[in-house]
């Protein structure tokens, strides 16, 4: 079945340190995907995401791109800065080819970022 | 703020007990989905549903059922909790029935002793 494989946390890093989170996934017909952020003690909220191969999902200087030949979506950001600390979900939903509309979700990878 | 709501922000009950969690979706969107969120299992998959009519299941045990009113609101009903039942519960709403962007509540904790 379709699914999502993100690299394994915590990640540490210090504040304007370069970012990446990798995520593959595996899927039949043409998922969306999406970067979900999760703040301590709330709720997912949407950081960025992707419909098609190539395209590439921005937010508060966050980027992923779509790609489609290594089932790919990296997670990337140049500079981190100390309230980017959160847990970060990689997911796809089944998209408009799919007969169902849930987000499948990766494991979550930690990310604190140290003044 | 996603403004999708859901109440209460925290419940604690006893094994064998029964709780109903409500979820507002955002003003506009007619699929709500629910999804629990535990240590083990990481987030998964409930139920969905779009315009009042169920649309799919995922992962969701006998005793948890669910209905979307006609106000669009969704309550989430476990019931014979166990303790493997403490989780974060989150309900998210999107504009279609799917592909869409999905939006997230603040989540219910439920904590079952």
């Known amino acids: 079945g379709d699914s999502v494989t993100q690299m394994e946390g915590p990640v540490t890093l210090s504040e304007e340190a370069f970012l990446t989170i990798n995520c593959t996934y595996t899927?039949?017909?043409?998922?969306?995907l999406f970067w979900y952020v999760q703040y301590p003690g709330e709720g997912l909220q949407l950081l960025l995401k992707a419909t098609k191969a190539d395209d590439k999902g921005s937010n508060k200087g966050f980027e992923a791109t779509y790609r489609k030949e290594t089932t790919s979506f990296h997670l990337e950001k140049g500079s981190v800065q100390v309230s980017d600390s959160a847990v970060y979900f990689c997911?796809?939903?089944?998209?408009?080819?799919?007969?169902?509309?849930?987000?499948?979700f990766g494991k979550g990878t930690k990310l604190s970022v140290k003044p | 703020d996603s403004g999708v709501t859901q109440t209460p922000k925290h419940l604690i009950t006893a094994t064998g007990q029964r709780v109903t969690l409500r979820c507002s979706p955002r003003s506009g969107d007619l699929s709500v989905y629910w999804y629990q969120q535990s240590l083990d299992q990481g987030l998964q998959f409930l139920i969905q549903?779009?315009?009042?009519?169920?649309?799919a299941k995922g992962n969701i045990l006998e005793r948890f059922s669910a209905q979307q009113f006609p106000d669009l609101h969704s309550e989430l009903n476990l019931s014979s909790l166990e303790l493997g039942d403490s989780a974060l519960y989150f309900c998210?709403?999107?504009?279609?029935?799917?592909?869409?962007?999905?939006?997230f509540g603040p989540g219910t904790r439920l904590l079952v002793l």
């Open positions: 997911a796809l939903t089944r998209g408009y080819g799919g007969s169902q509309g849930n987000l499948i």
């Open positions: 549903y779009y315009n009042g009519e169920e649309r």
């Open positions: 998210a709403s999107s504009v279609g029935v799917r592909g869409e962007t999905q939006y």
């Open positions: 899927a039949t017909g043409y998922p969306s």
